[in-house]
């Protein structure tokens, strides 16, 4: 049962992702493996977002490891561990609750040890600044455990990168660079050195922007029409750029993405009252996303329905095609 529903809400998660981004690429597919024991590394930049891209556009179908604050509710508890979350708990969540962490590294270790994989976003935190931060010990923990319970396991570093044209709203282009997978054995027992690896293997999979001259970049970037979600075009470009003159880009919303709000004005006006609770931006794309996914097959429902009551079915015809149309043509611009 449980295996059935994940796979139905997978699908639909799919489908959802794919009309909420103009453009999902997976690159580097064939580096994926099969047949082993897999810890997924990657960069966070954008919330529930990230790990939803990962269970979606690879065959992996990880457990995620998810930050523990999201877990205080008891019914968020027993829904998240039910989509394959499990806890981590961390410094802010109080000393006390540290050594729960440990029944996670058993729970990792047990998913391993089974030829399943694990996600952890090792740069302890999301951001949407366009870097590749330092990363944290917790994967090569559980690495080692693992190896110490299983010895002769086939485990791997799988590192992936995620970059994003716009972070936080629908009509993006999302690219997904899968690298070569990284064996554990050889760095047993060596934290730094593998930490050391996985950053080396995540650093060219990663969009990366000069942190001292951040906006002049990214500005200079955006004006030249260089795609923000490939890293390899933003490296080759950085060089030649005249960071020096500051650039006013346009901030109005493209006419696609003014349409979209236009035809879909019930769910802009529930983001409109989210909105103002949400404390972290790195947040908005995930509500953007869930407001969706529960409101639109809604939307579809009802508004057909009303006109048809009111003797106007054509007029609800038409205002499906209307819909699909501009979720089709959605697009934002690059931030």
């Known amino acids: 049962m449980k295996d059935l529903f994940n796979w139905i809400l997978r699908l639909l998660v799919k489908l959802a992702l794919f009309l909420f981004y103009r453009k999902i690429v997976l690159l580097g597919k064939n580096n994926i493996p099969s047949k082993k024991a897999v810890i997924i590394v990657c960069n966070h930049q954008n919330a529930l977002i990230d790990p939803l891209l990962i269970a979606t556009q690879t065959h992996l179908k990880p457990h995620f490891l998810t930050r523990a604050a999201a877990f205080k509710n008891p019914i968020a508890n027993t829904l998240l561990r039910f989509i394959r979350m499990i806890p981590v708990y961390r410094v802010r969540d109080g000393k006390e609750n540290m050594e729960k962490n440990n029944e996670t590294f058993d729970l990792s270790v047990s998913i391993l040890s089974k030829l399943g994989s694990v996600l952890i976003f090792a ?5 949407h600044e366009r870097s590749l931060r330092s990363l944290k ?25 995620i970059n994003y044209t716009n972070h936080t709203q629908s009509g993006g282009k999302v690219t997904l660079m899968v690298g070569n997978s990284i064996s554990v054995k050889p760095y047993l027992y060596q934290h730094e050195a593998l930490m050391a690896a996985t950053s080396r293997a995540l650093d060219p999979l990663v969009t990366q922007l000069p942190l001292n001259k951040y906006e002049h970049t990214l500005h200079h970037l955006i004006n030249q029409k260089i795609d923000l979600s490939n890293p390899v075009a933003v490296r080759k470009a950085i060089p030649s750029l005249d960071t020096d003159n500051q650039l006013t880009l346009p901030t109005a919303p493209l006419p696609s993405k003014i349409f979209f709000r236009w035809i879909h004005w019930p769910l802009q006006l529930i983001w409109k009252k989210v909105k103002p609770s949400i404390q972290d931006p790195v947040f908005q794309a995930t509500f953007k996303f869930i407001i969706g996914l529960v409101g639109y097959p809604i939307l579809l429902l009802l508004v057909p329905s009303f006109f048809s009551l009111i003797g106007l079915p054509i007029v609800g015809y038409c205002w499906i095609l209307l819909s699909m149309l501009s979720v089709l043509s959605n697009q934002s611009r690059q931030e």
């Open 137 to 161: 010990k917790g994967f090569t923990r559980i690495a080692f455990q693992t190896l110490e319970q299983r010895p002769n396991l086939d485990l791997v570093i799988l590192p992936i990168g």
């Open 123 to 127: 740069e302890g935190g999301h951001s």
